[in-house]
């Protein structure tokens, strides 16, 4: 059973950072393209960032301030949060799907794929 669990996320004022976790069972996840996505009550799921091998890729309203990365070895996702803004709130989950098909394209186009999580909420506010 693939399970995947999100974590890290919490209230903070403008500009400060935060580190979110997603924790993966039951799939490993270099195994292939996965992950960040958010979505914003009344607004479309997003994709935000993705890794696939050592490429990492992020959508533009988050470049520069947005780090994705992983730890193979404790099967572990995580996004740092830089420079956080208002517009940033939303709840972030990650997601995956076993290769070949599925790819970084796909999670920028907001395509989560067959594995989710329940998300962590993100609240940016003064």
């Known amino acids: 059973q693939v399970r995947l669990v999100e974590s890290g996320g919490g209230l903070v004022q403008p500009g400060r950072s935060l580190r979110l976790s997603c924790t993966i069972s039951?799939?490993?996840?270099?195994?292939?393209?996965i992950g960040w996505f958010r979505q914003a009550p009344g607004k479309e799921r997003e994709g935000v960032s993705c890794?696939?091998?050592?490429?990492?890729y992020y959508r533009d309203s988050v470049k520069g301030r947005f780090n994705i990365s992983r730890d193979i070895a404790k099967n572990t996702l995580y996004l740092q949060l830089n420079s956080l803004k208002p517009e940033d709130t939303a709840s972030y989950f990650c997601?995956?799907?076993?290769?070949?098909?599925?790819?970084?394209?796909?999670?920028?186009?907001?395509?989560?794929?067959?594995?989710w999580g329940q998300g962590t909420q993100v609240t940016v506010s003064s």
């Open positions: 997601g995956t799907a076993p290769p070949p098909s599925f790819s970084c394209e796909s999670i920028l186009h907001g395509i989560v794929g067959d594995y």
């Open positions: 039951g799939f490993r996840l270099d195994n292939s393209a």
């Open positions: 890794i696939h091998d050592d490429d990492r």
